[in-house]
């Protein structure tokens, strides 16, 4: 099941620009996961958030939470080729104490060189 | 092992055949998810165990698809009498699983199992 939707769908952009994916969701929240997908294959977990955290930073990667509006978003700053890949978020769900990640659409970024 | 493992890479089978994707998690992972990936399109769940068990059997297509975890660790996706729409890379994933807080949710893709009905 899905409760994230990312937007945009797609994302073009030239290398060297920054490239900022969103995401919402519905239900409360522990924290938010951002994976990362090349050529169809596995995903990469790229970070976490936390429920209490409003933003996070990774090398060029920077995501914010806003528990208030349901959303998320990361940005890639100075974007390269190798950059090129699927972005999905990820939120975890409790079900009879059973954990289950809650995947959104994706965003398919494509970096121009 | 060091990450999951899933074979084969690439699967090719003839419509009406039957197919078996097999999943080694990483080690300790109680918890092991199959996923469904068409073509630039997004995650379908298909099924979750936590241990041996499958509490959440709902993502599964139709009855010609189950599968099994034995031992808590390997898992087995089955597909009978495989349809071309069956056609996608069949994700899997491992994390900690219960009881070790939402915070180690984290999950640990294969590489997937590419499968093409011809």
């Known amino acids: 099941s899905q409760q994230g939707e990312e937007d945009p769908q797609a994302l073009s952009i030239q290398e060297g620009e920054n490239a900022t994916m969103n995401c919402s969701y519905k239900t409360s929240i522990n924290n938010l996961q951002w994976y990362r997908q090349n050529s169809g294959r596995g995903l990469v977990h790229l970070i976490l958030i936390r429920s209490n955290e409003r933003e996070k930073h990774s090398g060029r990667l920077r995501v914010t939470l806003d528990t208030s509006k349901k959303s998320s978003s990361l940005l890639i700053t100075a974007s390269r080729a190798a950059d090129t890949a699927s972005y999905f978020c990820?939120?975890?769900?409790?079900?009879?104490?059973?954990?289950?990640?809650?995947w959104g659409a994706g965003t398919k970024l494509i970096i121009k060189p | 092992g060091a990450g999951v493992s899933q074979s084969p890479s690439n699967k090719v089978t003839e419509k009406g055949k039957d197919v078996e994707l097999r999943c080694d998690p990483i080690s300790g992972h109680t918890a092991l998810y199959w996923y469904r990936q068409s073509l630039g399109q997004g995650l379908e769940f298909l099924i979750y165990?936590?241990?041996?068990?499958?509490?959440?059997k709902s993502g599964l297509p139709s009855d010609r698809f189950s599968a099994e975890r034995t031992g808590g660790s390997v898992s087995t996706l089955t597909i009978q009498r495989t349809q071309q729409e069956d056609s996608a890379v069949y994700l899997c994933a491992s994390s900690l699983g219960r009881g070790q807080g939402l915070l180690n949710t984290e999950a640990f893709f294969g590489q997937g199992t590419r499968l093409t009905v011809v």
């Open positions: 990820a939120t975890p769900e409790v079900d009879n104490s059973n954990y289950q990640l809650i």
């Open positions: 165990f936590q241990g041996n068990s499958a509490p959440d």
